[in-house]
């Protein structure tokens, strides 16, 4: 079983920075793909990057050129960096980690950006 616990989230000014984090916790492989996703009320969840098997990290549209994602295996952490931070950044931050046919989720971490 593994367990993710993200957190980092916080009320932001527009044009500021947050790193989110996530913890992996149970059994976990450096080779298990990891993300970042995020949700708005009544929205489809969005990916914004994730961290693939083989350590490729691809990009949402949202999340291009101004979210870095990294992962540090030695902590079993996963990173988001956010910059530039906009007011449509608003929403519930969720990690996930992939294991074969099963995708877990964290519990989300909140993200509010005031202009």
């Known amino acids: 079983q593994v367990q993710l616990v993200e957190s980092g989230g916080n009320l932001a000014q527009a044009g500021g920075s947050l790193t989110l984090s996530c913890v992996a916790s149970g059994t976990i492989f450096s080779s298990n793909p990891m993300g970042w996703f995020r949700q708005v009320p009544g929205l489809q969840r969005e990916m914004l990057a994730g961290?693939?098997?083989?350590?490729?990290?691809v990009y949402g549209d949202s999340a291009k050129g101004r979210f870095t994602i990294s992962r540090d295996n030695t902590k079993n952490t996963l990173y988001l960096r956010m910059n530039n931070l906009k007011p449509e950044d608003t929403a519930t931050y969720y990690c996930?980690?992939?294991?074969?046919?099963?995708?877990?989720w964290g519990q989300g971490t909140q993200v509010t950006v005031s202009s």
């Open positions: 961290v693939l098997s083989g350590g490729d990290t």
């Open positions: 996930n980690l992939v294991q074969g046919e099963t995708t877990y």
